[in-house]
């Protein structure tokens, strides 16, 4: 059984996530594993309709959410000129992270086809590691303010603040998800003191690991080997904001930010939430041009998470299917439109169940 909250928030994500969960139907049908899903219309359009983005109890759903359903897909959140600024999904992204304390955000960066990369020379076999992003600390930490706004005086503080506690754990997370995938090299980026609370924790956890080969690298640096040697990595884990850019950095060579997903994750709980990371891209709502790729695998991910892998490994397959059949929106190069791609994955999908 897999018990799904679906948010889809703004923007595109309102085109791509159904495609996500049609593709979940898809799936629950061929290989018989019951799926329910329930949708929730949180963000801009709720509140152009009701003057709320999200309801008065909202605190109280969010907390709710892991005795109701396994896990969440969201869409996203963002900016909407039709309403005032402030006014979006975005207090969901902080309800998962923080309010149920997913720490840990894992973001594969996987070529899907050699014909996608902007990298020259590079292929799918170099183009195969994973971003985990401290979550809930950092500089997004929603610690910021500002005062004397409006006059040339003004000043906006946005610490940046990491415990002990938080860094500890996700650095252990990540080395456990190396451990269990059987990959042997880590690589921790950031950019902090010299001797700070980041590379002597890493030193720390490093050495309960004796068979991963772990390296601390500047996050500058790590940008670099992305783009130059991306072979070269295969775990990487970063604090809030380095682990933002890089991991976007990760979609980017993947030749398309909507090839670009995650999951969030604690090991403690038994929930985790999925998103398609593109954004809300509010130049193409409405034209049906969005990727909805990296939602189907969003949703492909939460399905590996609940142990479906059969199911999860078929639909990887179809969407490889999918972009070597030409299928495929614009941002790929193509003319497809975002249901046009999804019924390919679909079809595909379909197809290989014979």
């Keep these: 059984m897999v018990r799904l909250a679906v948010i889809p928030g703004d923007g595109i994500s309102s085109e791509v996530v159904p495609e996500a969960v049609k593709t979940l139907e898809a799936a629950s049908e061929i290989f018989e594993f019951p799926l329910e899903h329930e949708s929730f219309d949180f963000g801009v359009e709720r509140y152009l309709r009701t003057g709320q983005a999200v309801p008065d109890d909202f605190d109280e759903f969010i907390q709710g959410l892991p005795a109701r359903f396994d896990a969440a897909l969201f869409g996203a959140g963002g900016t909407d000129p039709r309403v005032p600024a402030g006014i979006s999904a975005q207090p969901v992204l902080h309800g998962l992270r923080s309010g149920l304390d997913l720490y840990a955000n894992v973001r594969p960066s996987r070529l899907l086809s050699d014909d996608l990369t902007p990298l020259k020379g590079k292929t799918s076999d170099d183009i195969d590691f994973i971003v ?11 610690t910021a303010g500002s005062f004397k706004v409006g006059t040339p005086d003004e000043v906006e503080i946005r610490p940046e603040y990491n415990t002990y506690r938080g860094v500890n754990r996700v650095l252990e997370f990540a080395f456990d998800y190396a451990q269990r995938l059987g990959l042997t090299k880590l690589s921790m980026a950031e950019k902090g003191l010299p001797n700070g609370l980041w590379s002597r924790t890493f030193n720390d956890v490093a050495a309960k690991y004796p068979e991963i080969e772990a390296r601390h690298v500047h996050v500058d640096t790590l940008a670099y080997m992305i783009v130059t040697a991306p072979e070269t990595l295969s775990v990487v884990v ?21 090839l670009a997903y995650s999951g969030c994750f604690n090991p403690d709980r038994e929930f985790a939430y999925f998103e398609p990371v593109h ?4 130049d193409i709502v409405g034209r049906g041009i969005s990727n909805p790729i990296a939602a189907i695998m969003a949703a492909r ?3 590996e998470y609940r142990g479906h892998q059969e199911a999860a490994d078929a639909i990887e397959l ?8 030409g299928t495929i929106t614009r941002d790929l190069g193509g003319r497809s439109s975002t249901i046009e791609a999804g019924d390919s994955v679909r079809q595909e999908l379909r197809t290989q169940a014979g």
């Design 132 to 142: 985990i992003r401290e979550n809930t600390e950092g500089y997004e930490s929603g």
């Design 238 to 258: 970063a604090e809030n904001r380095a682990g933002d850019i890089l991991s976007d950095l990760g979609g980017a060579i993947q030749g398309s930010r909507g």
């Design 279 to 282: 954004g809300t891209a509010p």
């Design 301 to 303: 991910m939460m399905l």
């Design 318 to 325: 179809a969407v490889r299917a999918t972009i070597a059949n």
